[in-house]
T-cell receptor, first 118, second 108 residues
Framework: ETGVTQSPTHLIKTRGQQVTLRCSSQSGHNTVSWYQQALGQGPQFIFQYYREEENGRGNFPPRFSGLQFPNYSSELNVNALELDDSALYLC?????????????????FGPGTRLTVL | KNEVEQSPQNLTAQEGEFITINCSYS?????LHWLQQHPGGGIVSLFMLSSGKKKHGRLIATINIQEKHSSLHITASHPRDSAVYICAVRAAGNKLTFGGGTRVLVKP
């Protein structure tokens, strides 16, 4: 089974630009969660998608948006980039609701995309 | 006050020493995760706990639901254990809330 992959690995943007980050879920997983990790801090939950629908959202403004595709891969879009958006963006896939019921809902993390906003 | 607090923030140990990292949380949870993050960002899930104790190799994780507290122990620590260890809890809505992490350095 393949693991969670993310692209690109590194990205440099300027304030006001827009960015799209991509994540491919682990085989068999229908849920993907996105996290933002600022330097020296723990990850913060952005949102989660389950079977192509948003299934929960953290305290992030609407300029953070996402998509999940029928193959369960996902995108995170950030508009009007700000300097504070510089961070490591992590996605994690899991078996979603079925996994929660069965107690097997371990999240598998991708390597992350490091975004720098200048 | 953060919902998930870890201690210590930084820890330096000599190879072979026993290491304990603590996690306290303030909300009702359905599960608690211990994660390991190496330099460069990759996160690996070590344990998922909802009660009791789990052991994997030299790693032991315990949780006390009544006291809202969990510990991660590393026995016979090794330099390759050097990483950031993160505690995360799953509460309502199936989202994970993370602690700030404990940076562990094991010196040879």
């Amino acid at each position: 089974e393949t693991g969670v992959t993310q692209s690109p690995t590194h990205l440099i943007k300027t304030r006001g630009q827009q960015v799209t980050l991509r994540c491919s879920s682990q085989s068999g997983h229908n849920t993907v969660s996105w996290y933002q990790q600022a330097l020296g801090q723990g990850p913060q939950f952005i949102f989660q998608y389950y079977r192509e629908e948003e299934n929960g959202r953290g305290n992030f403004p609407p300029r953070f948006s996402g998509l999940q595709f029928p193959n369960y891969s996902s995108e995170l879009n950030v508009n009007a980039l700000e300097l504070d958006d510089s961070a490591l963006y992590l996605c994690a896939s899991s078996q979603g609701l079925a996994g929660v019921v069965l107690g097997t809902d371990t999240q598998y993390f991708g390597p992350g995309t490091r975004l720098t906003v200048l | 006050k953060n919902e998930v607090e870890q201690s210590p923030q930084n820890l330096t140990a000599q190879e072979g020493e026993f290491i304990t990292i603590n996690c306290s949380y303030s909300v009702g949870i359905s599960a608690l995760h211990w994660l390991q993050q190496h330099p460069g960002g990759g996160i690996v899930s070590l344990f998922m706990l909802s009660s009791g104790k789990k052991k994997h190799g030299r790693l032991i994780a315990t949780i006390n639901i009544q006291e809202k507290h969990s510990s991660l122990h590393i026995t016979a620590s090794h330099p390759r254990d050097s990483a950031v260890y993160i505690c995360a809890v799953r509460a309502a809505g199936n989202k994970l809330t993370f602690g700030g992490g404990t940076r562990v350095l094991v010196k040879p």
